[in-house]
């Protein structure tokens, strides 16, 4: 769980660890095929496109396969994720934030 003070709002007291960083800007997209959720615009009946995301991890989660990616833009996910699906050794299945973003899952 991660709370964060609303703008303007009094910080009652200092975080008990330090807040993460978003993932570097130039960290490069992966060559396969990439998915994306988007919590605040995204939509479960989009296709999952970079323009048409989709709003929930477990949605993008049930429909990945080996060699697949499912990048997480920024802004917080208020769901419960089970992860049924694996990828291989050579092709492995990953879920990752989206570059320069910070996906938090509460």
Same mark, same amino acid.
């Given at each position: 769980l991660l709370l964060t003070p609303a703008v303007g709002a009094a910080q009652t007291h200092p975080p008990m660890r330090p807040l993460?960083?978003?993932a570097p800007r130039d960290r490069p997209l992966t060559t396969g095929p990439a998915f994306h959720v988007d919590p605040t615009r995204g939509d479960d009946a989009n296709d999952g496109s970079a323009a048409r995301s989709w709003r929930t991890?477990?949605?993008?989660?049930? !429909?990945?396969?080996?060699? *697949?990616?499912?990048?997480?833009?920024?802004?917080?996910?208020? =769901?419960?994720?089970? $992860?049924? !699906?694996?990828?291989?050794? *050579?092709?492995?299945?990953?879920?990752?934030?989206?570059?320069? =973003?910070?996906?938090? $899952?509460?």
């Open positions: 993460p960083a978003p991890i477990q949605h993008g989660a049930n !429909r990945l396969k080996p060699g *697949d990616t499912l990048y997480l833009r920024g802004g917080v996910y208020r =769901e419960k994720v089970a $992860l049924t !699906r694996s990828g291989t050794k *050579d092709a492995p299945v990953v879920i990752a934030a989206y570059p320069g =973003e910070l996906p938090v $899952l509460d």
